[in-house]
């Protein structure tokens, strides 16, 4: 806190140097998102100087796999600040603007778009497979520097009370901008019914902004309100801190389209979600390989074949995790739902089996009594097979594993999967196959 967030920049002869945003002093005018620094300081920071300096950490690991199962942002991390915590529920969100809040098919007598009836129909795909919120992002509001006067197409109001019925919580969209300039917002969406905020573009890391997060995890905290920062840097543990603060986006997730690809992915658990959540926004369900890939909201479309965009869901952590595509797909491929939906946001155990940086991951996570496997693996090799052992399982115990793997056409047709089912017990060996691109997600219970 009160510290501009730091960055590595190689010098070119194996070693680093590191950067850090100088304060800012003024401002100007520049859009509904942001403001202009228009003076900066000679310094970085202006702090007390009986202070701790922010820590830092750097991990080096006998093999990759360590690296998954890092743990020291919460080892090092500032304790719980809040009393009470009994309010803050992670979940799976159902999201509208990937997809362009477009459900079509016979079942849909409406007009979709930004308006009343389609946030219903979203609220009761949520409440159907027990997915605790819906995101409203842009346009949910009349305008985006007001957030006290809702789009009259939408009729918020309506929704928080429909929501309310269904067991369905409403998570509200807004510019970082927005929230600086009506910081008793926080009241105001409590008392609405508002459950969290998504708070976005806030795109700089200098002392300033850093801590605008944390003035915002604390206010939110008081009115029990969650939050997603979007547009953001990475974690460095205010999240637990302030346990209200559910995810961060700092990464490049599924809305860059063509520019989210596996060969990049691939690094992210080993480096960004090792060190804190991420709002990476997987559950794609039109999958392409990169060499055939187009993609255009409303018919958003991920690189990556089925099995992969399921395994996200396991490899990936987010306190906050979306389901970004559209419910008129995920009602047309059910299993695949069904599956994403019983996946935790939250784990009690994590155990990586396989993992090379940037290449393949496979890691087994264990909430409660179940355990999950996911596997991704890059673009680098038409096939990969491992061959893992299940010795993680407790050994008293027979399960029932339903897994989800690529398809025989998979490498052409990102689309083939095939969901099977077995029985499994703890020291039996399974074999993992994936294709360029491809993935492994499973259930064992």
């Excluded at 009115?223 to 961060?248: C, I, Q, R, T, W």
């Amino acid at each position: 806190a009160d510290y501009p967030c730091m960055f590595l920049k190689g010098t070119g002869t194996n070693g680093a140097i590191s950067v850090f945003s100088k304060a800012p002093l003024a401002f100007a005018e520049n859009s509904d998102r942001s403001v202009k620094i228009t003076q900066e300081a000679d310094y970085i920071a202006k702090t007390k100087g009986t202070r701790n300096y922010p820590w830092r950490y750097f991990v080096i690991s006998k093999n990759d796999k360590q690296l998954i199962e890092n743990t020291m942002t919460y080892k090092l991390a500032e304790k719980n600040q809040l009393q009470n915590v009994s309010w803050i529920k992670p979940g799976q969100v159902s999201w509208e603007w990937w997809n362009d809040a477009s459900p079509y098919g016979p079942d849909v007598n409406f007009v979709s778009g930004y308006n009343l009836d389609t946030y219903k129909y979203y609220i009761d795909f949520a409440s159907k497979f027990g997915i605790p919120y819906i995101i409203m992002d842009e346009g949910w509001a009349k305008s985006t520097r007001d957030p006290y006067t809702p789009n009259p197409k939408v009729d918020l109001h309506e929704l928080i009370r429909y929501g309310k019925e269904k067991n369905v919580g409403i998570v509200l969209w807004l510019t970082w901008l927005t929230v600086e300039n009506n910081f008793d917002l926080f009241k105001t969406f409590n008392e609405w019914g508002v459950k969290g905020l998504k708070i976005d573009f806030m795109d700089r890391s200098d002392q300033w902004m850093v801590n605008f997060y944390e003035r915002v995890a604390r206010e939110a905290a008081k009115h029990h309100l969650f939050v997603d920062f979007h547009g953001s840097f990475k974690p460095a543990g205010l999240e637990y801190k302030y346990p209200n603060v559910l995810s961060y986006e700092g990464v490049r997730g599924m809305e860059q389209m063509g520019g989210c690809y596996p060969d990049n992915s691939l690094y992210l658990p080993f480096m960004r979600n090792a060190v804190g959540p991420m709002d990476y926004t997987p559950g794609a369900m039109i999958s392409m390989q990169p060499n055939v890939y187009r993609s255009e909201r409303p018919n958003a479309a991920s690189i990556g074949t089925r099995a992969y965009q399921l395994a996200l869901f396991v490899v990936f952590e987010s306190g906050l995790q979306m389901l970004a595509d559209n419910p008129t797909l995920y009602y047309r491929n059910e299993d695949c739902t069904r599956f994403i939906t019983q996946v935790p946001v939250t784990w009690d155990e994590t155990v990586a089996l396989e993992a090379k940086a940037g290449e393949y991951v496979i890691v087994a996570k264990r909430k409660g009594d179940k355990w999950f496997i996911g596997g991704m693996t890059n673009n680098g090799k038409k096939e990969r097979e491992f061959t893992i052992k299940l010795d993680f399982l407790n050994k008293d115990r027979s399960y029932q594993m339903t897994s989800f793997e690529d398809g025989i056409n998979a490498g052409r047709q990102a689309m083939d999967y095939r969901c099977k089912s077995a029985q499994v017990k703890a020291g039996e060996q399974l074999t993992i196959k994936m294709v360029r691109n491809g993935g492994f997600a499973a259930v064992i219970e």
